[in-house]
């Protein structure tokens, strides 16, 4: 009977204390680097699952307005984490516990006030299973925005069973290196210095960990700017 009993106090202790894990099953991207001004940017068409967490990492220059909205073609409702602003603008949208579509596009928007138009904007789309559905965003970490060479985010900390991802766009740019344990999900790289680079990087964690730090680097200096969130497991 002992060992029944001490076997059920391991596996209830186990249940309680587990997570489940934040998982990445599918990301887009859609960029316009022609500079013309445009009222919208749209990602093609994917698969999007009912119950999941979509996160979107917009940029655009600032010599138009920030981006100012992110919708979706099944009515998902997108919560803007904090704008960073340097020479571009970088900014983190997510929308908890999506409605799911076979085919939902994404589409980016200028701010409603001031000027109605994007210039060179661009963005990675992420979708996300096993994140918290009420309460996705653990955190943001912030980092320096100018002339540099790599980028690294302030220490933060990550839940077991996490994800951190980190936004970085810059002026131009080699190919960009991902800081120890991240990894590039989605890139684009251009040396025309009147154009832009950008990535969406992401790193899982099975245990919690803290001070974590985020990087990415690249060839050059440049101006840049970044944004890291992390998105928390459901229980």
């Known amino acids: 009977m002992r060992i029944t ?10 249940a309680l204390t587990s997570h489940a894990a934040v998982t990445l099953v599918t990301h887009k991207v859609a960029k316009d680097i ?20 979509i996160v979107v990492w917009t940029v655009s220059f600032s010599g138009a307005q920030p981006i100012g ?5 099944a009515g998902d409702a997108f919560t803007p984490a904090t704008l960073r602003k340097g020479t571009w603008f970088g900014q983190w949208f997510y929308a908890k516990n999506v409605k799911g579509e076979g085919f939902n596009v994404v589409t980016i928007h ?44 302030e220490p933060f900390n990550v839940p077991a ?29 251009t040396t025309a210095s009147s154009k832009y680079s950008f990535a969406s990087l992401d790193q899982s964690f099975p245990e919690a960990k803290q ?9 050059g200096t440049l101006q840049a700017t970044g944004s890291v969130i992390v998105l928390k497991p459901a229980s």
């Not at 009993?5 to 186990?14: G, K, P, Q, R």
């Not at 022609?34 to 967490?53: I, Q, V």
């Open 5 to 14: 009993v001490n076997l059920l106090s391991t596996l209830v202790l186990s």
């Open 34 to 53: 022609t500079g013309a001004e445009s009222t919208a940017l749209s990602t093609s068409g994917y698969n999007s699952t009912a119950g999941n967490t």
């Open 69 to 73: 909205l992110v919708t979706d073609s």
């Open 110 to 153: 200028p701010a409603i006030t001031g000027r109605a138009t994007l210039t060179y904007p661009a963005m990675s789309v992420m979708e996300f299973s096993g994140v918290d559905a009420n309460a996705p965003i653990a955190l943001e970490s912030a980092g320096p925005q100018g002339a540099l060479s790599a980028w690294t985010s």
């Open 161 to 189: 069973g996490g994800v951190a991802l980190l936004g970085i766009v810059t002026a131009n740019g080699g190919a960009y290196t991902a800081g120890q344990g991240f990894k590039i999900e989605d890139s684009y790289q």
């Open 211 to 219: 001070g974590v730090t985020a990087s990415v680097s690249w060839t």
